[in-house]
């Protein structure tokens, strides 16, 4: 009885690593891009080896295994869909589990307004995530994904959060209530945060502020979505804390005054000689006299953790307590 369930098991896996071909036909009048686009989410989520499209004849030609080509089934049948794709209030989900922790799934974004904005919002998916087995489909504004559940359900957290009409409430701070493991083992979990600007009145103003919440925070995992001036972040507790200080502190209305009564630094927890401080230079008459005081205050002090943020005249700087001393001696 071993002896035949073995028997048994080395011919479905001989049946299984057979190659397959398959030619699939799109049956709408996908244009040649389309068709293009199509045959390579196809090859990327799937990983085939052999994969042709002929985008007058809009055929794609497949070879692989039983299991991939069951795959490209899916994704076809899921694809192959007149344009537009169904829309609905929520993002529409269909997932193909391709093993006990392997799953394809494919969002489609309903709320989008551009392919700008879809492709914002695909990328601060796969940098957030962590997913490489990632591709879009433009036509129908499908997000094609593959990856273990975890990385999925972040995925999915992050979809939901952000395909929503541009004239929702700002909801403030957004933060995932999963699991997101750290680089390392023995070091804290990672955080994963979204943050909705309310006083970046312009594109410019709003990636000013998130440039210096990126560069203060060393946060490497960082991403925009302009439509709805999100923040997208993914960092251990420590930077989060920091990037926090740097939006409560820098996300104002540009005609609201600092308070000179209030110390605007942050100490950075852990560290007994680490400071991030923000400046504001009201008295510089132009932009010109604030980059140029910014600049002469950064080659001064040696402070290489710096930016500036126009709208309000604030210089962002991390460095030492000597260095901020010296700053703060020179703008007196």
Known sequence: MRTTAVLLAIFAATVS???????????????????QEIATLMRTIVNFRELSAASEQRTIATRGTTEQIAMAEWL??????????????????HEYKAGTDDIVRLFYLTHVESIQAFQEVSTAVRTIANIRQVFTYNGSRALALRGPAEQIALSEWLVKELDKPETTPNPGTQQYAGVVKGPKAGVPNDIVRVFYLAGGE???????????????????????YNQRRAIVLRSPPDQMQIAEWLVQELDKPTNVQ????????????????????????????????????????RTVTNIRQAFTYNARKALAVRGTFAQMTQAEGLLQ
Do not use: C, M, W
Request: hydrophobic content about 40%.
């Open 76 to 93: 076809f049948n899921e694809l192959d869909k007149a344009p537009p794709a169904p829309l609905s209030d929520d993002p529409v989900t």
């Open 202 to 224: 312009s594109i410019q103003e709003f990636q000013e502020i998130s440039t210096a919440i990126r560069t203060i925070s060393d946060i490497h995992q960082v991403f925009t």
């Open 258 to 297: 600092p308070a000179a009564s209030v110390a605007h630094e942050y100490r950075v927890p852990g560290s007994t000689n680490d400071v991030v401080r923000v400046f504001y230079i009201p008295a510089a008459k132009s932009l010109q006299d604030f980059q140029q005081l910014s600049t002469a205050i």
């Open 17 to 35: 690593a057979q190659s397959v071909d398959r030619t699939f036909y799109l049956t709408h009048d996908q244009a040649p891009q389309d068709v």
